[in-house]
């Protein structure tokens, strides 16, 4: 099941006018595994996602979602496929509670009426299941939580809605180093529960911590896709800044090389 | 991979804080016995969440002051002129709720009661069945709403603007209509079922089987709640909490049908009447009982609070209110909810305008500016926030009686020529302390995270 990626994208070109963002780009997610997608600023890793989540179009090349080609126009189209993305501002209502945000737009309901109770139910059950014990109750207010708390509510959404393929932008940028861990703990745990994880983070780390795959965009090219255990850190870095290290990576620029 | 562990291992009080920070900040029942609750709410109002507190206070202040001021504010006559006083301008801020949820304003609802009273008189007036001229009414209400919240989320006209233009417009809409009858600029409202909302009592009984009836609703909704949770294992209200609420229910039910039930006419004396060219005495008539717009105020209070607390749409105004950005990813369609909103402020306008018409006749001047400041201050003295996101019904509901008994009791503590003038300012003036208290809570609020 891990050989056939949920996520596969070909030979990807994005141009903005004269400006050719992402070249020949090929990027994967599997299932079970966390994905890191690593390069420095302009790399073009926010135009891949935008992307992926269909907020833009592709020019070329093939997108292909659990083994079948298909088309993503819009946001709505990936929420379909099975696709979420959480980006860095969060999107959570602070005058509704964790319950209340879980199932915001997909509130299930009795009759006419909200069935608060299995809603809570279910919420309780998707927290305990991603392990999740920082937050006290399902039941209070958004903005009663910290950054760390609230990072984890928009990503157990995901889990609720039976989502396959999360994607993370940047999920512990604004979060002290306890927060951090318990965010990072929970990617972790999305995986192992068999959803393919994409994370987009810019510290190495965190990448380091909790990647299986590390994938180093550079100048709008695929640098290099490699295991997380096969390299260092060291690599990656340079990887990053220069788009080679050693034998791996993109040869003076010519295309990518794995 | 995952073998780092994540170091919750907090110190006892902090886990404690963040227990109590979670109680404060919950939607649901909390567990525990009557201290726990009694400190949960302190935490809150502490926090800056307030809910009703200021105007519940406000409002037992004032009544003690007008009546230590003045004995005639406490007797039985006045009780029953507040609540026809207070049901048009609570009737009115209940649909400004709705939009003040979502952080808008509606400066037309004023004129559209006006509006509202206009039409109904008219149409009854050149000889419409009176059921024809309400729904006719509530109609032309659906239109001017759906007006404001298309300009507003459509055409993304601030609803500031919108609704100020239509304040002016619906103002002449209102003179034209009345001149259309009578130049003289007044209409009575001819029609008997609607001049008995505000001018005619229901009978003894029938006042106190709705008291029950709402009592026995009341108890059965929580009982049908607590089993619902319990059922579930979640925690659910303790029995005391709910049998303390429910005391305080009948309290604040029983003890007004209680009042109303008495006969509160000032002159008790049989009164000479020419009949038929004759003397005669009439025996004195009683003038007792709830009077018939109470029912209509409590229907639509129970209708409108189901819809914002327990319908998809009521959770999709909260959520559109606190952060239309997250609603919209949600796959919440903000246009449609911001244009309902507008329409069920309107459509409310219109049922205020014939209870005011019912209390008065209709003049040119209806709900002008004055109302529709009543109005907006009654939900926001309630507890409902400018800011959009916080609010509820019954806001609207103690708001009103608040305001109500600010303009019943001045109107008789201050005498004299400047009487009027002296009303304007403190009720300007009270609407800018709500306000302020508005602002000043969500600012601690948001401090704290309550």
Known sequence: ????????????????????????????????????????????????VKCIGGSYPIDSGTYEYDGHPVVV?????????????????????????????????REQVKGIMLDEGSMEVSAKEVLESLRVRTIASVRQRVSSLSGGQRQTVAIAKSVLWNRQLVILDEPTAALGVAQTAQVLDLVRRLADQGLAVVLISHNMNDVMQVADKITVLYLGQIAATVNRADVNQTQVVELITSGRSGDIGLKNGAGAAA | MSDTDTGTTPVITEEQQLAELAAAASTAPIEGGLREYWHTYLQRVRAGDLGSLPAVG??????????????????????????????????????????????????????TSGVGAATTAVFVYNGMNWVLAVILSLAVGFVIGYFVGFMRAIVR??????????????????????????????????????????????????????????????????????????????????LLITGLKAGAMAVFILVPIGLLSQDRSLNKNPTVQNVNGKLVQVPHKSLEGVPWVVPLVVVLVIVLGFVLSRTRYGRHIYAVGGNDEAARRAGIRVEAVRISVFVIGSMMAIVSGIVLASRLSVNSAEGGGNTLLLAVGAAVIGG???????????????????????????????????????????????????????????RRAGSTGV
């Open chain 1, 1 to 48: 099941m891990a050989d056939t990626p949920i996520l596969r994208m070909r030979g990807i070109n994005k141009s903005f006018g004269p400006v050719h963002v992402l070249k020949d780009v090929d990027f994967d997610a599997r299932v079970g595994e966390v994905t890191a997608l690593v390069g420095d600023n302009g790399a073009g890793k926010s135009t891949l």
């Open chain 1, 73 to 105: 126009h819009s946001p709505r189209d990936a929420g379909a496929l099975g696709i979420e993305i959480v980006y860095q501002d969060l999107a959570l209502c602070d005058n509704l509670d964790v319950v209340q945000n879980m199932y915001l737009g």
């Open chain 2, 58 to 111: 406000g409002l037992v202040l004032l009544v003690i002051i007008f009546s230590l001021a003045q004995s005639s504010f406490w007797s039985l006559g006045n009780f029953g002129n507040l609540i026809t006083q207070a049901a048009p301008i609570t009737l009115l801020a209940m649909g400004l709720v709705f939009v003040l949820l979502l952080g808008e304003i509606d400066l037309a609802a004023g004129t």
């Open chain 2, 157 to 238: 006209v601030p609803s500031f603007v919108v609704t100020l233009a239509l304040f002016l417009a619906l103002q002449g809409v209102v003179l034209w209509l009345v001149n259309s009858v009578h130049a003289s600029g007044n209409i009575p409202l001819k029609s008997s079922v609607l001049n008995a909302l505000e001018q005619s009592n229901m009978p003894l009984w029938l006042g106190w089987f709705m008291g029950i009836l709402l009592l026995a609703g009341y108890l059965a909704v929580k009982l049908y709640d607590r089993h619902a949770r319990r059922s579930r294992d979640l925690p659910a209200e303790p």
């Open chain 2, 384 to 442: 409902t926030s400018l800011f959009g996101g916080k609010g509820k019904i019954t806001d609207a509901v103690i708001g009103a009686m608040l305001l109500a008994v600010i303009a019943n009791g001045m109107a008789d503590l201050i005498q004299g020529d400047n009487s009027a003038a002296i009303q304007f300012i403190v009720t300007g003036g009270v609407l800018l302390l709500a306000a302020t208290v508005d602002a000043l809570s969500r």
